[in-house]
Each structure stands twice: as C-alpha cells, then as structure tokens.
C-alpha cells in the first residue's frame, strides 16, 4: 500500500501564501497524474490542480495564476505553491496520485483556513 504523507496546511490571512507537500512511499517512475483536490464544508470535493508525466499542467478557473503544482522526482514529492490565498480558497486539501498500472492514492488531508 502506498502511503501519501501531505504537511503545510495551517491558517493564514488573506492575500498570505502557503505550501503544500505530499511525500509518497512509491517512486515517480511510473506515475501518470498527480494532483491536488480540495474540499470545504458542505461541497463536494474538486480538483485545484493536475500535473501529468509530460509535465502538462491543469488548473481549476478559481486557482489559476494563484497556485502552481510541482514536482521533485528525487524526494517522492508533489507541492502545491498556493500564493494571494482568499477566505474561498479555505479547506481541506489531498494529494492524490495515480500510477500507469492504474492504481490510484489518495493522502489524509491537510486544513488550509485563510481567514483574518
């Protein structure tokens, strides 16, 4: 089973960054997609941002030109830079990663609040 460990959650005010990390216990070798999701209270869980093995990138409308998703094959790791943080952007953020064999992982969750 592969373990996804995700940090960098907490509480900041708005217009403050922060940044996500997702270290996995599987290597990069075989990964088709990486991404980061995120869920507030009371709504479904949505995609903020996709980085594919070609390095394509994809960003949810709300995000763009805020967050930017990367990679560093070396460390087993996925981040998610997430700058002019709004109250909108407050909840529960996962790491999920899907591989070339089809398997796919998800991390527990790490808070994001942005509040004043």
């Known amino acids: 089973q592969v373990q996804l460990v995700e940090s960098g959650g907490g509480l900041v005010q708005p217009g403050g960054s922060l940044r996500l990390s997702c270290v996995a216990s599987?290597?990069?070798?075989?990964?088709?997609?990486m991404g980061w999701y995120r869920q507030a209270p009371g709504k479904q869980r949505e995609l903020v941002a996709t980085?594919?093995?070609?390095?394509?990138?994809n960003y949810a409308n709300s995000v763009k030109g805020r967050f930017t998703i990367s990679r560093d094959n070396a460390k087993n790791t996925v981040y998610l830079q997430m700058n002019s943080l709004k109250p909108e952007d407050t909840a529960v953020y996962y790491c999920?990663?899907?591989?070339?064999?089809?398997?796919?992982?998800w991390g527990q969750g790490t808070q994001v609040t942005v509040s004043s």
């Open positions: 980085l594919f093995s070609g390095s394509n990138t």
């Open positions: 999920n990663l899907v591989y070339s064999d089809n398997k796919a992982y």
């Open positions: 599987r290597s990069f070798f075989s990964i088709y997609s």
